[in-house]
């Protein structure tokens, strides 16, 4: 074979085998990988998957978190001012996290409704919220307001 | 009126800029060499403008200038004087003045030690990074100014750095990345002017080689000390999150990886050239990119301080300019220098182009997971995130199949190359490499797959070395002539491939051997982890310049035997009021202790405490130390001063090449 004409078959076998095993890779990696975000009003309506891992956010109710006594169990619930998620969650919460402050919860939806967290995030300052919560917020509060437009026209 | 100086001298830093951008480019266009040799003092006239206008901005914070926002929003008088200084890059506009400083940095560098370069050549390079300039230049000026004053309105005190950012790895991690990131901008350069000049001999290979080894050393050391400060400061323990801002540093490192390689290629056999090219167009733009997601605020994280949607976009039609404007010269230009030389199967070419095979491919994986939410999100699909899973499912089986070739090849020669030779010279590292490997882990206890993997892999790499620097020394007389005759480049490389293997072990001995433990405890408890008896023996309380702190005070022992005294702190910052964790660790070559605070639990004064043992993590820090270390090494090689030579040498022998 030319000498050129095999060189470029090498280039070109290299980046195909290569990014075959590559493109092979990220479509196994990312089949149980990536987590959709829920707000809670989507988690308390059954549209998100139960035994799949998925992220709920909101703010921490007040009141609702609740701590164990001998272990670092806790439980608490986050809402986007429609509906509540209860979240489990075995050990230390960030920093940030706080009733009243934005979270975000990463783990499974058992059948009882209940999120089993394996991680939590919370706000990294006071100006600063999750997005996917500001903007679930922000939708819920839109609603609302239609809503009770709505029966305000009704009366 | 300090800060007005300093806006006057950005200014003036912007339009010496435009000039640097414009006139050298005209007089390489029109062959004036008048207009030319102004691009060497427009470099250095860039640099002394945007460092004073750099000290006016650290006088302000250093003198507790309030009224500049900036100061009042990331100052307080309560800040130690070194804080204070670093906190002129700890918000959006200081740490865009300190990447246009360390642009004007490089550009002055280049303009100083490439005299010996063909005017032509230069002017073009300095033309280039001043177009670059231009565009930071205007994108502070525009956007995000950092002598804005709060005048009327000016607070009687700042409202302090982000605790987070208060720590001495914070001083030098921005200065070091930006060195790295902005350090592509050169190698950048060099491919625009050389597909300017349509010229892409060994030569320019040459001359932008120490230029990208420099800035790869940098951005390893800034990537590695985020990492680094990532553990001790974040208080969980990780060293590597995936976190997408993590990944903009990374990517360019990855690219710029494959990028030195290539230029080896490109400089020694004159192969690869419109690939590296494109090599070092990528690099530099994942740079932008970088720049891009960290400032826009279109991603979240620790380190984005701005979400105006001004600054993003404008980011974003830089972006788009010089990809855009780079691809299509690079589309005009390329075919014109295409190579006319041939390598084998078996040769040196062939490893190194499945280094940037892999290399890239990586980097396209990590872009992939990292731009894929943004994607989805644009297009509707829902808020997904990629988490760590996603990476290292997919890096770890990258970088486990780059390895074998890697140890292959210092030991292989370029052109053509034989089995029976690589057999002959490696296969005892090869079965050393296996036995060690194999054997080794037994020490540890439980038998371990991937570390034992990880030492087969490290001992290949290390073994493959070790035979390779034996056979240059033997081929010399003396060993002190072997010695001098064997070139810095060289060396470099070995310290750097010794670098990879160690942070090879490094990382799979910490991911695998981890100990990590979530607790609640009160003081008189103790709890063991491997061998050692961690004693809670006292809480504290501490009192800090701007901070109050809970303190929890242990013990550490091991049969019996004191090993340290370990002292982690929940502090409450009073400024602003943010709760934050210290870490408290021990050290070590073998393992590192380490304890943090959770939060109070119950009402007995118990806290949840987080206790970890993680032998050799140090070692992927140390391994990229090396691998920095390895890319200074290269650059003192005497072959890049004798550059007026070479470069003569190599017009003659594209002569000869057009000719055959």
């Known amino acids: 074979m030319h000498p050129v004409r095999k060189q470029r078959l090498i280039i070109v076998l290299c980046v195909v085998l290569f990014s075959s095993a590559a493109v092979g890779l990220m479509a196994y990696a990312l089949r149980g990988n990536i987590n959709l975000f829920f707000p809670p009003a989507e988690v308390a309506a059954g549209k998100a998957p139960v035994g799949q891992p998925i992220r709920v956010g909101g703010m921490v109710v007040e009141g609702s978190v609740q701590r164990s006594e001998d272990s670092l169990h806790v439980r608490f619930e986050v809402t986007d001012y429609q ?22 919860a990463a783990g499974v939806l058992d059948d009882q409704g209940v999120l089993q967290a394996t991680e939590v995030l919370a706000k990294h300052d006071e100006n600063y919220m999750p997005p996917e919560v500001a903007e679930a917020l922000e939708k819920s509060k839109a609603q609302m307001k239609g809503a009770n437009m709505t029966k305000g026209q009704g009366e | 009126m300090i800060p007005e100086f300093g806006h006057f001298a950005l200014i003036v830093a912007l339009c010496l800029a435009v000039l640097l951008a414009s006139v050298p480019l005209w007089g390489a266009w029109r062959r004036n060499t008048g207009a030319m040799a102004l691009a060497p003092g427009l470099a250095m006239g860039l640099l002394v403008f945007s460092g004073i206008s750099f000290a006016c901005l650290a006088v302000a914070f250093l003198q507790d200038d309030f009224s500049v926002e900036v100061v009042a929003n990331n100052s307080n008088s309560l800040l130690p ?12 506009e200081g740490s865009l003045l300190l990447w246009i400083l360390i642009l004007a940095v490089w550009t002055a560098a280049v303009a100083t030690f490439s005299r010996q370069l063909p005017l032509l050549v230069l002017s073009r390079v300095l033309a280039v990074m001043g177009f670059v300039a231009v565009g930071f230049l205007s994108f502070s000026l525009l956007t995000s100014n950092p002598f804005a004053r709060l005048i009327p309105g000016t607070p009687a005190d700042g409202q302090d750095l982000n605790p987070l950012l208060q720590d001495p790895g914070l001083i030098i991690h921005p200065p070091l990345l930006y060195m790295g990131y902005v350090g592509f901008s050169v190698a950048f350069a060099f491919a625009i002017a050389a597909l300017l000049g349509g010229r892409l001999d060994a030569s320019w290979a040459r001359w932008s080689r120490p230029w990208t080894n420099i800035a790869w050393a940098f951005l390893t050391l800034g990537i590695m000390l985020g990492s680094w400060w990532a553990y001790y400061e974040l208080g969980w323990g990780g060293w590597w999150f995936w976190d997408p801002v993590e990944n903009a540093s990374f990517m360019p490192w990855l690219a710029g990886t494959a990028l030195i390689h290539s230029l080896a290629v490109t400089e020694k056999r004159g192969l690869f050239k419109s690939w590296t ?13 970088g720049t891009f997601l960290v400032r826009s605020g279109v991603l979240t994280s620790v380190h984005a301080f701005a979400t105006d949607p001004a600054r993003g976009l404008f980011i974003l039609v830089f972006l788009a300019i010089v990809v855009g404007g780079s691809l299509t010269l690079y589309a005009l230009r390329a075919p014109a220098v295409n190579s006319r030389v041939s390598f084998a199967w078996l040769s040196r070419e062939t490893l190194l182009l499945v280094n940037n095979v892999v290399f890239l491919v990586a980097t396209l994986t990590v872009l992939f997971g990292t731009l894929f939410p943004l994607l989805m999100d644009a297009l509707g699909q829902g808020k997904y995130s990629v988490g760590p899973p996603y990476f290292n499912a997919v890096f770890v089986p990258l ?13 292989s020669r370029w052109k053509r190359d034989s089995a029976q ?43 493959g070395l070790g035979r390779d620097v034996w056979l240059r020394l033997r081929a010399a007389p003396t060993l002190a002539r072997g010695l001098r005759r064997t070139p810095a480049s060289y060396w470099g490389m070995v310290v750097a491939h010794l670098g990879f293997a160690a942070c090879v072990v490094g990382v799979v001995a910490t991911s695998q051997y981890s100990i990590e433990r979530d607790l609640k405890m009160e003081a008189g408890q103790a709890e063991t982890l491997a061998g050692y008896r961690f004693e809670f023996v006292e809480l504290a309380n501490f009192r800090g310049p701007n901070f109050r702190a809970d303190e929890a005070r242990f013990v550490v022992t091991r049969d019996g035997e004191e090993i340290a005294r370990l002292a982690p ?80 040498a190599s017009a003659g022998e594209v002569a000869r090449g057009a000719q055959a």
């Not at chain 1, 509906?83 to 979270?103: H, N, S, T």
């Not at chain 2, 090219?277 to 990119?289: E, N, R, T």
């Not at chain 2, 970088?399 to 030991?411: E, H, I």
């Not at chain 2, 540890?444 to 290949?460: F, S």
Request: charged share 15%; glycine share 10%; net charge positive.
């Open chain 2, 277 to 289: 090219v494109l090599l070092a167009i990528f690099a530099f733009s994942l740079s932008l990119l």
């Open chain 2, 569 to 648: 702190q929940k502090r409450r910052y009073l400024a602003s009021n943010q709760i934050m964790t210290e870490a408290a660790i021990d050290a070590g070559l073998f393992r590192d202790l380490f304890i943090a605070m959770g939060e109070p639990v119950g009402q007995g004064g118990a806290w949840a405490i987080r206790l970890h043992y993680k032998p050799m993590v140090r070692w992927m820090w140390l391994g990229a130390i090396l691998m920095a270390v390895g890319g200074f090494i290269t650059v003192v090689d005497k072959r890049y001063r004798r550059q007026r030579a070479a470069s003569t």
């Open chain 2, 399 to 411: 970088m486990a199949l780059l390895v074998p070739f890697m140890g292959l090849g210092p030991v």
């Open chain 2, 421 to 463: 030779r690589w057999k002959a010279e490696l296969l005892l590292p090869a079965i050393a490499a296996l036995a060690c490997g194999l054997t080794l882990p037994l020490l540890h206890g439980e038998y371990n797959l991937w570390v034992a993997l990880a030492l087969v892999l490290a001992g290949w790499l290390l073994l």
């Open chain 1, 83 to 104: 509906a509540r998620v209860p979240i489990v969650y075995e050990g230390i919460l960030p920093d940030l996290f706080g009733e009243g402050q934005g979270a975000v």
């Open chain 2, 81 to 92: 004087a070194i804080y204070k200084f670093s906190a002129v890059w700890g918000n959006h």
